[in-house]
C-alpha cells in the first residue's frame, strides 16, 4: 500500500490506519473503525511528512560508531538489514567520500532526475545511482552503463512498474556493446554471467541496480514485489557482447537491433524470467553439417515452451536471448549460416500447435491481452512464440567451447538501447583501475 500511494506521488510516510480486510466486505461488522476513528482524526488533521520537511535534495548522514573498523562495519551492515536496505550479503557503507568518488564517472551533475523507481515512485538521481554502485562495491567507470541501464530500465514504454511488481519475477538482462565493455573489465567469455575475479563489474552493476530496484522502488518481497521466488534477483545480469569473436559479415547485437555504429558505447535492455542450458554439441561422429541441425533443432525444441511471459512482448520484444560462444558461431557461418537465417530456423521450428496451447489454458491467457496483435495471433496454427523471426535476440558471448549454448526466457514489451556516455576523464579512471586491481590487457590475464 506505501508502495501504491507512493507511486502516485503521494508521500511515502504517509499516515495510515490498517485494519483486516474482512472488515470493509458487505455485512461486516464496522465497529472497529468506530472505536479507532481518534488515528484517523488524526491522521487527516496532524500528520506531517518527515520527506516534505528535509530539504530539497539533501540526504541525512548516519553515523555508526564502534570499537574499531570491523565493528563499525558490522554494525553499518547490521544496520542497513534492519532498515531492510540491505540484500542480505555485506555491502560496503556509502559514506560521503566514496559516493563523491563513484561520481566521478559521470557526465552529468549529481542532482540529474532520470526519473520514478516504480512502484514507490522513489525519485532518481545520479547521485541515488552512486550511492546504490557505492553500496555494491563498485567503482566510477561502471557508473556510465549503470546510469545507461537505469535510463533504459524508466522507459516509459518498459512496462517496468509491472516488472518490478508481478509474481513470474522478471529481471534486467544488460547486454553491453562496444569498447568500454572491455575498459572496464565486463566478461563477454568464459563464465560471462558472473563471477570472475579478473572482470568484476557485470556483478557490481547488476547488483547495484537491484539495489535501487529494491531501496527506491520498493521492490521488497512479498511486499513490493511478488515475486514467488525472485530467481537471478541479486545482481540480475550484466554481461558483455563478444564483438571481436563475431565472424566476418555479422554484426553486432547493438548495430543489428539498435542502429549503432561500430565502436559506439551502449547497453541493450531486456527483461527475463529464467535460464536454460542447451547441450549443442553432438555427442559422436557426426559430419558438421548434422552436427550444426541437429543443435539447432535441441536449441529449438528447448525454446518451443508456451511460456506465457512472451505473450508480454509479442509484437515488438523478444521470446528470449539466445547466447552462443564464439567458436560456435564460426562453425555455422563456415557452414553458411548467418544471424538471419539461424532466426529464421528457430521461429519456424518453435512453434506450437494450438491445440497444445488449448489443452494448457495458454489461449485464455491471449483472449485478454491487451494487444490487439497478440489476440489475433490465436489464429495461427502452430502459434509461432513471437511474431517475427527478428524478435528473437541471438548474441554471441561465452567462452571459447563448443558444447553448450544458453537460452534466457523473455518476458518484456521491447528491446531497449541506450548510448553510453562518459565524462572526459574516463581515461584517468580506467588508470585508476588499472593500479587498483592490476593489468586488465588480455596479455595479463590468466
Not at 547521485?127 to 554502485?133: D, K, M, R
Not at 529464467?274 to 557426426?286: D, F, L, M, P
Request: aromatic letters at 6%; glycine letters at 10%.
Amino acid at each position: 500500500m506505501k508502495n501504491a500511494i507512493s507511486g502516485l506521488g503521494l508521500a511515502p510516510d504517509a499516515a495510515m490506519v490498517t485494519f483486516p480486510i474482512d472488515m470493509f466486505l458487505p455485512d461486516s461488522d464496522i465497529a472497529p473503525l468506530e472505536r479507532r476513528k481518534r488515528e484517523v482524526y488524526n491522521g487527516l488533521t496532524r500528520w506531517k511528512s518527515d520527506f516534505a520537511q528535509a530539504a530539497p535534495g539533501a540526504s541525512a548522514m548516519l553515523a555508526v560508531e564502534g570499537v574499531g573498523y570491523e565493528d563499525a562495519l558490522i554494525k553499518a551492515n547490521n544496520y542497513l538489514l534492519t532498515n531492510l536496505w540491505g540484500d542480505g550479503l555485506p555491502l560496503w557503507p556509502a559514506t560521503r567520500e566514496r559516493v563523491e568518488w563513484i561520481l566521478k564517472g559521470s557526465v552529468l551533475p549529481r542532482t540529474h532526475v532520470l526519473g520514478k523507481f516504480p512502484p514507490r515512485g522513489g525519485v532518481t538521481t545520479v547521485e541515488t545511482c552512486a550511492i546504490a554502485l557505492a553500496m555494491a562495491g563498485g567503482r566510477p567507470e561502471y557508473l556510465p552503463v549503470l546510469l545507461a541501464a537505469v535510463d533504459a530500465c524508466l522507459d516509459p514504454d518498459a512496462n517496468f512498474e509491472f516488472m518490478q511488481a508481478t509474481s513470474a519475477g522478471p529481471f534486467p538482462v544488460i547486454i553491453v556493446s562496444g569498447p568500454i565493455a572491455k575498459e572496464i573489465r565486463l566478461s563477454s567469455g568464459f563464465g560471462c554471467l558472473g563471477p570472475d575475479p579478473q572482470q568484476p563489474a557485470g556483478p557490481g552493476i547488476g547488483r547495484a541496480l537491484r539495489l535501487l530496484q529494491q531501496n527506491v522502488g520498493g521492490a521488497l518481497p512479498g511486499v513490493g514485489t511478488m515475486a514467488n521466488y525472485g530467481s537471478m534477483r541479486n545482481v540480475n545480469l550484466v554481461f558483455a557482447e563478444d564483438e571481436e569473436g563475431l565472424p566476418e559479415g555479422w554484426q553486432s547485437h547493438a548495430a543489428e537491433r539498435h542502429g549503432y555504429a561500430p565502436g559506439t558505447n551502449s547497453i541493450s535492455l531486456v527483461f527475463a524470467n529464467g535460464i536454460s542450458n542447451i547441450r549443442r554439441r553432438g555427442a559422436k561422429k557426426e559430419t558438421p553439417e548434422e552436427e550444426a541441425l541437429q543443435g539447432m533443432h535441441r536449441m529449438a525444441d528447448c525454446m518451443r515452451v508456451p511460456a506465457l511471459g512472451v505473450l508480454q512482448g509479442y509484437e515488438k520484444g523478444t521470446p528470449g536471448i539466445l547466447m552462443i560462444p564464439r567458436v560456435v558461431a564460426h562453425m555455422m557461418a563456415a557452414l553458411g549460416w548467418t544471424k538471419k537465417s539461424m532466426r529464421e530456423f528457430l521461429w519456424q521450428h518453435t512453434r506450437i500447435p494450438l491445440e497444445q496451447m488449448r489443452r494448457n489454458g495458454s489461449t485464455s491467457w491471449m483472449e485478454i491481452d491487451a494487444n490487439p496483435v497478440t489476440r489475433a495471433s490465436m489464429k495461427l496454427d502452430p502459434w509461432p512464440i513471437t511474431l517475427k523471426p527478428d524478435n528473437i535476440v541471438l548474441i554471441v558471448a561465452g567462452g571459447s567451447h563448443p558444447t553448450n549454448s544458453h537460452w534466457l526466457q523473455g518476458m518484456g514489451p521491447r528491446v531497449f538501447g541506450r548510448v553510453v556516455r562518459t565524462p572526459e576523464t574516463f581515461d584517468r579512471l580506467l588508470a585508476a583501475a588499472d593500479r587498483d586491481l592490476g593489468c586488465s590487457a588480455d596479455e595479463c590475464r590468466i
